[in-house]
């Protein structure tokens, strides 16, 4: 059992979920602290900078892959955290929550970053629009119907087209986790990703996780943050702060 304050962060795809895990690197029990800005050189995200504490610890690879282990097997990879002050780590799939945490973890908090349903397009855009086409778009769904090469396609229909296969990720990732009902008001919190232009809602936020990891809360880094929400104003268009 590991007695160490842990931070899983949970999100959909393009809702921030790296920035918000970046926020408690801030804490000044942390063991790594983000470099420079805590964003990429292009401000919009914040990916570079990251710190991983635990390898194969992130997509839904990792997660079919951890669900398998055994007791013993589970004990032993996630045994590195003993010596972390504060195991802070991001999760790109709602998966994650059904893992027996309890059986790990004496001290844990869970954040599910999940954004309400008429904004999934929204999202969807802005993974596309910020982190690029995929190269390889064979294992996407429309990808089967169409009979040229994607070089072939023109660049609006193949980044149209992405855009919908990950509504279609985020559709039904959220549905599953809802579907599942195990929201435990002990040790989670549900964050809507508009948030995150709030900076007053961001500081709520980490002093909620504290609060229930019983550990003293810290502020954050205003400006860093705001230059982050300016560049990101573009993909809250139509939301209210």
């Known amino acids: 059992m590991i007695d160490n304050p842990q931070i899983f962060v949970m999100y959909g795809t393009g809702m921030f979920g790296t920035f918000i895990t970046t926020l408690f690197s801030h804490h000044p029990d942390a063991d790594t602290m983000p470099e420079g800005e805590g964003l990429d050189e292009d401000g919009v995200n914040a990916h570079s900078n990251y710190k991983r504490q635990l390898d194969n610890f ?19 990879f996630f045994k590195p955290l003993k010596e972390k002050n504060i ?20 001290n844990y908090v869970k954040i599910l970053v999940i954004c309400k349903e008429k904004e999934r397009l929204r999202y969807a855009r802005r ?7 995929n190269p390889d778009a064979k294992p996407e769904f429309w990808y089967k119907q169409v ?37 435990d008001p002990k040790h989670d919190i549900i964050f809507d990703p508009d948030n995150v232009q709030s900076v007053n809602k961001l500081q709520k936020l980490v002093d909620h996780c504290c609060k229930i990891l019983n550990i003293k809360t810290f502020n954050l880094p205003k400006q860093k943050i705001e230059k982050f929400i300016e560049k990101n104003k573009i993909y809250f268009d139509k939301t209210l702060k």
């Open 127 to 133: 993974h596309v629009e910020v982190g690029g086409l």
């Open 87 to 106: 195991g802070i780590h991001r999760m790109a799939t709602y998966d994650f929550a059904t893992l027996p945490y309890e059986k790990y973890f004496k």
């Open 147 to 183: 009979k040229k090469p994607i070089s072939e396609l023109p660049k609006w229909f193949v980044k149209q087209m992405s855009i919908k296969q990950r509504y279609k990720f985020i559709e039904e990732e959220t549905n599953r986790y809802l579907k599942r009902d195990i929201f």
């Open 58 to 76: 992130h997509d839904y690879h990792d997660y079919y892959n951890i669900e398998k282990m055994n007791h013993e097997e589970k004990v032993n």
